[in-house]
């Protein structure tokens, strides 16, 4: 039976990590574009040679690690450059994530979930079965992005700004979970959409 390929995606600060946790622990394989992303610049790799090119040594840090904060006071203050720093990452991500959801496939595992944060925004929801969106109002992205980030009011709606409105997700999505409640009943919209997902 081939595997279920799910993708999770949502807005900044919609709390697509919570979810991804708690499908993590209900058993459900999980993979992180972030992480995938992440490794994808770590140092010794034509990602991270490739960032350092286009974006500048000042970037690598202790170790030739890239400075990720700083970096994305670039590219969420610039539309080319974030359209160069994906088109560095973006590729390889995807790769990984194909890779994976076969090997669960020869796991014989029923279903797995993928988190990318920009699925629709590099078109690419139609390679997935079913897609998730984690929502809650922009209101409350912007306070959670200023807290989680330390970042100004206004730095937190431009980052906001940058990606597609999140009403503009749940509309095109199969599933909706409204992060903005409690945890609790949070937990019970997953619930509900991993026994969908599994029948």
């Known amino acids: 039976m081939a595997t279920l390929r799910v993708a999770l995606t949502g807005g900044i600060a919609t709390g697509k990590s919570f979810c991804l ?5 209900a058993g459900v394989p999980v993979i992180d574009a972030d992480r995938l992303a992440h490794d994808t610049i770590a140092p010794g790799t034509p990602g991270h040679d490739a960032v350092i090119a286009r974006f500048g040594a000042h970037l690598a840090g202790a170790g030739g690690q890239i400075d990720r ?7 969420f203050d610039d539309a080319r450059a974030r359209r160069e720093l994906e088109a560095i990452i973006h590729p390889a991500v995807y790769r990984a ?21 920009l699925l629709y925004e590099t078109g690419r929801d139609i390679d997935f079965d079913a897609v998730i969106v984690a929502s809650c109002p922009v209101t409350m992205q ?8 330390a970042l100004s009011r206004e730095e937190a709606i431009r980052r906001v700004a940058a ?6 997700k749940a509309a095109r999505a199969g599933y909706v979970i409204d992060t903005s409640g409690s945890f609790e009943e949070t937990e019970t919209q997953i619930s509900r959409v991993l026994d969908e997902l599994r029948r």
């Open 21 to 25: 946790g708690r499908m993590a622990a």
């Open 69 to 75: 904060a700083a970096l994305g006071r670039v590219v």
């Open 97 to 117: 994530i194909a890779q994976w959801f076969a090997s669960l496939g020869d796991r014989g595992e029923p279903l797995g979930v993928a988190d990318i944060p």
């Open 142 to 149: 912007v306070e959670r992005l200023m807290r989680r980030n």
């Open 163 to 168: 990606q597609l409105p999140i009403d503009a």
